[in-house]
């Protein structure tokens, strides 16, 4: 393996999307990777990233950065958190 970065399973992507779902049921993640945003905007190279679109096709956040690891463990309440940060909103 070595400096060779992390990836995302299947199972990892299944459950972010499942879980923004549930956050967000009117939206639809749309999911892309470092060189999608033109590769100078990822914090990381090894970073995945979505968005949430609507029916109509337009995007309703900005660019959301997850680490490959951490999309297991998402929550509802993780990815609400995440979408108002992206979107510059704070409580």
Not at 38 to 45: F, I, L, Q, Y
Request: aromatic share 6%; charged share 25%; hydrophobic share 35%.
């Amino acid at each position: 393996m070595g400096n060779q970065n992390r990836k995302a399973t299947k199972e990892e992507m299944a459950h972010a999307r499942r879980v923004i779902c549930e956050a967000f049921p009117d939206l639809e993640p749309v999911f892309g990777a470092h060189g999608d945003y033109g590769g100078h905007r990822a914090p990381r190279d090894h970073t995945i990233s979505f968005r949430l679109r609507d029916q109509r096709g337009r995007f309703r956040s900005n660019v959301v950065w997850v680490m490959p690891q951490h999309l297991g463990t998402l929550t509802v309440a993780d990815v609400e958190s995440l979408i108002n940060h992206a979107n510059g909103k704070r409580k």
